[in-house]
């Protein structure tokens, strides 16, 4: 994931492989903040999509909110692609696979446990929730239970999208090593196929070639991912030719606001919204590049972002928890539909607050420190030996 911390912006090299001292590392991609305010953004249009589906206002507000957020989820779509444009960013020249995991498994796995715990405490205590078996908790814990369609609602129903994204983990240091290999026609072509792939699949998942949905199996969602990492690499090679934030921002709302229209949701809701998607996170990329304005660069933006991979996790675990005080569709009146919403809201975001702090930042550093080289028996030795330095 991108990092809140804003760095001296710089156009990328027209080549990765641009004429570097071997004495010294090559210099980190600046930071995206833009990418990291719209994260929030996606993360917002999941809240409101489970606020409408557990039915929190009636009438008027009722159908307003369901126009506003019945296509929310399309926003894990757009942090699948999202994924692959971050991941590509900022990946480390010689970066071994074994590392990559292991940062990755820093940045999502302790947020996943801590609230896979919570979903397993709430299904156990309230008395109108499911029970999860052995076999799902373990899928859960291991982040296989989107590979298996009866498992990929249990526990903590939003983390199947993690059992996406460890998918994506696992094949990026294959995907890597081609995209660097490839000028602006070839990864373009790429992201020809990885489109046409996706349309492909759509329209087999509208037709129900398989007894189940496509909508949460990893495989299905990978071509997102390869978009997301093409556009990164045309932003790296400085080929990228999209339109402008505003422009793609106008038409990624278009595309979300068409799939009520299109379809009744599921996978084939990602052919309404790709283009936006694929067009927006590498506007507000080149946006943040070129100093250019960018709402999503503010800072209370971008400390939402930072928050919003623990908002996204808890999130339906307090709207789950709090049916049993308001019972499930409650429909209130818009006073109070809003209040129990904002309700809900704080709680949420306050509780994402302590898992940033308390469990997602701390966790990292810890698993991701560093182990101090302890230097050999004779090196050790020769020191002592040697005779102390001369003093001015």
Known sequence: MTTATTRELRTPPARDGAATARSSPPAAQPSLP??????????L??????????GYLGGTGGRLVNWAFSPGAT????????SGFVLTWSARPGDRPLSFWRRRIARIYP???VTLVVAFVVACTL???ARPTAKQALSNALLLHSWWQPWWQTLNPVSWSLACEAFFYAVFPLLIPLLRRLEARGATALGGLSAAALLVLAWMDLHHWWSHSIYSFPAARLPEF????????????????????????AL??????????????????????ITGFALLIPAAAVADLHGLPSLWRRGW???LGELSFAFYMIHLLVLRSATSLLGTKPRFGAPAGLAVTAGAFAVSLALSWVLYEAVERPARRLLLRRRRAVPPPERTAARREAPAPARD
């Open 301 to 303: 933006m971008v400390r």
């Open 75 to 82: 926003g894990v779509s757009f942090f699948f692609v999202l």
């Open 111 to 113: 947020v996943h446990l």
């Open 127 to 129: 008395t109108h929730q």
């Open 226 to 249: 390869v978009l997301g990492a093409v556009t990164a690499r045309l932003v790296l090679l400085g080929r990228w030719r999209g339109p402008g934030m505003e422009a793609s921002l």
């Open 34 to 43: 833009s990418l990291t305010g719209l994260r929030w953004m996606a993360a």
């Open 45 to 54: 249009l999941v809240f409101g999509l489970h606020v409408n589906n557990f």
């Open 252 to 273: 990624a709302l278009i595309g979300y606001f068409l799939v009520p229209q299109a379809t009744h949701g599921g996978y084939p809701a990602t052919v309404c919204t």
